[in-house]
């Protein structure tokens, strides 16, 4: 089984500033690792995973994250927000292989301030 | 990319009624499709999972008398939310994985459907 914890349940950050949003998850296997966007009234998009390779990882929109194996973290930055990013950002992990279940983070909240 | 829609996407209805949402893959075959039901300003909590011509698995805790799912065809999965009352007002949303995939860990998700219980 595995476990996904967002520590901050908001985060507000001016125009243009950097922002990171912390995802810390559980897992006794490998695992593939996610960070979805849905803004009001809408479902998930993906804004980027991790599967294998490079622990950096790209996505889009400006956002990227670090997988982190030893610290178990998989935490999402952008070096620049526009009021456009305001939305809420869902990590998420699954085991590897076959049918797996994602577990979803509690979500944060970016509100992105003028 | 691979688009889910969702029908409808807003709904109202009675307690006691049943009501019926629709999720499709628009663009490829979706040998699994999820159901997720989530509450505002939370997460989005697994109800079932439904393989194409086999019965939906529940989790624990999901009344699967309630919630009826059927995954008719590999474009096509509907959950039925039956007898409704004000406490199954929800957003609901659905997501699928390309069954041509090799490693079919990436789900694709509908819009979701409000659904509120008068």
Known sequence: AQSVTQLDSQVPVF??????????????????????VQYPNQGLQLLLKYLSGSTLVKGINGFEAEFNKSQTSFHLRKPSVHISDTAEYFCAVSGRGGYQKVTFGTGTKLQVIP | GAVVSQHPSWVICKSGTSVKIECRSLDFQATTMFWYRQFPKQSLMLMATSNEGSKATYEQGVEKDKFLINHASLTLSTLTVTSAHPEDSSFYICSARDGRLGETYEQYFGPGTRLTVT
């Not at chain 1, 125009?15 to 979805?36: G, H, I, K, T």
């Open chain 1, 15 to 36: 125009e243009e500033a950097p922002v990171e949003l912390r995802c810390n998850y559980s897992s006794s296997v490998s695992v593939y690792l996610f960070w979805y």
